[in-house]
């Protein structure tokens, strides 16, 4: 396969990138990271209403722009490579794929303009204290009385889930077991019985949160997709969203290959720029190859997801283990690269080492999404 960008994509990247240069500059991802919500309501609206980013995945009926998974790749690639602080791949990576996937025609109608739009933050609240994203991790129970549904548990490392206005909330029936009898729901992020408080986290440009149910009840209207039977939508709507992180993971490995390269050249050590010694040579080559080949994963897998859905498991899974792998590596070597200096608060490298390894174990890490590749292949 031989992927290039568009016009239009290539457009959609250079705009990205200028606005993320003045918006998401060291600066500002700072500013962000000091704040309870995590980032700028100001950045955030701008975004959705003068940008329409958060619309770009969305289909046109629902008020989107009717692009799709490439140019959501786009999108993620350049937020990544600027660290980002906003609820985008809360809102669109995962709760709106999910609506998508497992919303009928009238919910998607009420819920997904609001989104394409960015009047509407949302996101996806499935892990629990594991920390684990498979069907059988998930313990929070969704009890049927009558027409409503009694939703009881305690749901972790939600991304922003303590600002989000809209959760998708994944309970399963009484008694169930595995991927039977898993539901997902909608509820407004206030509704009554629900508990939310932010969670401290080793990655402060991201918000995670733990969002407890107590008895809360919600129409059975509420429920997207069939009754207990919406875990195959919820793994295929998390495969698109394993795509999306691939990219923004992409985005953050360039960055710390780019600076590590710009130090290099710079620092003179022994009358001489580092960049001219061999150690540190091969160590540059070495990140250029894990990102040309992450690179080329991430796009394979955009493409799949937008084109071949019935690849996307493998192509998803390869693109998180490799993306993942990359861009710890080179998070750790544009560190040490630095030196001493890498080591400081001043620098951003730290910045971009937190995000790696938080996003590592992000929807699963490396070793996971080859044991789901294993499995696939029938090994």
Known sequence: MRFAWSDEQEELRAAARAFLADHSSPER??????????????????IGSELGWTAVAIPEAYGGLGLGC?????????????????????TVGLAANAILLAGSEEQRQALLPGIAA??????????????????????ASARREGDEVVLSGTKSFV???????????????????????????????EAVGVARRWLPSLDQTRR?????????????????????????????????????????????????????????????????PIGSFQAIKHKCADMLLRVESA??????????????RAELPAAAAVAKAWCSEAFFHCAAENLQIHGGAGFTWEYDCHLYLKRARASEALLGDAAHHRERLARQMGL
């Open 29 to 46: 991802v700072r500013a962000a990271m000091q704040t309870e919500h995590g980032f700028d309501p100001a950045v955030w609206k701008r």
């Open 70 to 90: 490439v140019e959501l790749v786009a999108l993620m690639e350049e937020m990544g490579r600027v660290l980002l602080c906003a609820p985008f791949f809360s």
């Open 118 to 139: 960015g009047e509407t933050s949302a996101t996806l609240a499935l892990a629990e204290a594991g920390g684990r994203w498979e069907a059988d991790a998930i313990e």
């Open 159 to 189: 991304l922003d889930g303590h600002t989000a206005e809209l959760l998708l909330v994944a309970a399963r029936e009484p008694g169930s077991r595995g991927e039977d009898g898993l539901s997902l729901f909608h509820l407004p992020g």
């Open 208 to 272: 995670l949160a733990e969002v407890r149910l107590s008895d809360v009840r919600v129409p059975a209207a509420a429920r997207l997709g069939p009754e207990g039977g919406a875990w195959p939508l919820l793994r295929e709507a998390l495969d698109v969203a394993l795509v999306a992180l691939a990219a923004e993971q992409l985005g953050g490995a360039q960055r710390c290959l780019d600076m590590a390269v710009a130090f290099a050249r710079e620092r003179v050590q022994f009358g001489r």
């Open 295 to 308: 690179r080329s994963a991430s796009y394979h897998a955009g493409w799949v997801a937008a084109h071949e």
